[in-house]
C-alpha cells in the first residue's frame, strides 16, 4: 500500500529542493558554527551536501567558527542576483578522511573551483596534508531557519587595517588645485 504525501511532506521537498537548488548557485555561503561570528566561505555542492575547504596555508579560514566533526552548524545561502538572504538551513558538520573515498570525491569538485591556486597541480597533496575538508549536511526533517528581524549585520572583526583616517591637511589644496588646472585646459 501506497501513502499519498501529506503537505507537510511535500513542504518538505520544496525545502530541500530550495537548499539545493540555492547552494548550487551561488558562490559563497554563511556559515555560523558553534563559536565566533557568521562568516562567508566559498563552497560547492556535492552528493547532498555543501563541500568546503579550509584551514591551511593560502585557504580560508575555518578556525574561530567551532566547525567539529558531528557537531553542528547554521548555513545561510545568499542570492545570485540580488545578494540578499536566500534560505538558511542547520547541518551536521562531517570533517572528511584525507584519502578516503568521500573526501577524494569532494575534493576532486573542490580543486575545480578554487581560484587562483599557486599550486594547482598539486593542490590535492596541500590539501591532505594541511587542510580540512568539511561536509555541511542539511539535518534530516529541521525546519529552516527563520530569518529574524532587522538587518542581521554582524559588527566586523578587530583588525588593523582602517578605512577611515584623517584626510591629510594638504588634500583639499591638491584636489582644487586639479580642478581648476582642468577647467583651463
Same mark, same amino acid.
Given at each position: ?7 507537510? =511532506? ?8 530550495? @537548499?539545493? +537548488?540555492?547552494?548550487? $548557485? ?11 561570528? &557568521? ?13 568546503? @575547504?579550509? =584551514? ?8 574561530? %567558527? *567551532?566547525?567539529? =566533526? ?18 538558511? #538551513?542547520? &547541518? ?7 584519502? *578516503?573515498?568521500? #573526501?577524494?570525491? &569532494? ?5 575545480? $573551483?578554487? %581560484?587562483?591556486?599557486? =599550486?594547482?597541480? /598539486? ?12 561536509? %555541511? +549536511?542539511? @539535518? ?8 529574524? /528581524? *532587522? ?6 572583526? &578587530? ?15 591638491? @584636489?582644487?588645485?586639479? $580642478?581648476? *588646472?582642468?577647467?583651463?585646459?
Amino acid at each position: 500500500m501506497t501513502q499519498t504525501p501529506t503537505p507537510l =511532506d511535500a513542504m518538505d521537498l520544496i525545502d530541500r529542493a530550495l @537548499v539545493e +537548488e540555492a547552494s548550487k $548557485k551561488s558562490a559563497l555561503v554563511w556559515v555560523q558554527g558553534s563559536e565566533g561570528a &557568521a562568516r562567508a566561505l566559498w563552497h560547492i555542492w556535492h552528493e547532498g551536501a555543501v563541500c568546503l @575547504v579550509g =584551514d591551511g596555508p593560502d585557504e580560508q579560514p575555518l578556525k574561530g %567558527l *567551532g566547525l567539529v =566533526d558531528g557537531g553542528t552548524a547554521t548555513v545561510t545561502v545568499r542570492s545570485k542576483d540580488k545578494g540578499g538572504r536566500l534560505v538558511g #538551513w542547520p &547541518a551536521r558538520v562531517v570533517e572528511l578522511t584525507p584519502g *578516503g573515498e568521500a #573526501w577524494t570525491a &569532494a575534493v576532486g569538485e573542490l580543486k575545480g $573551483k578554487r %581560484l587562483n591556486a599557486v =599550486d594547482a597541480d /598539486t593542490i590535492e597533496d596541500r590539501w591532505a596534508r594541511e587542510c580540512r575538508v568539511l561536509r %555541511l +549536511e542539511p @539535518v534530516a526533517d529541521a525546519a529552516l531557519v527563520e530569518a529574524g /528581524t *532587522g538587518s542581521l549585520a554582524a559588527a566586523p572583526p &578587530a583588525s588593523p587595517a582602517v578605512t577611515r583616517r584623517p584626510i591629510p591637511a594638504g588634500l583639499p589644496k591638491l @584636489v582644487a588645485r586639479g $580642478k581648476r *588646472g582642468r577647467k583651463a585646459g
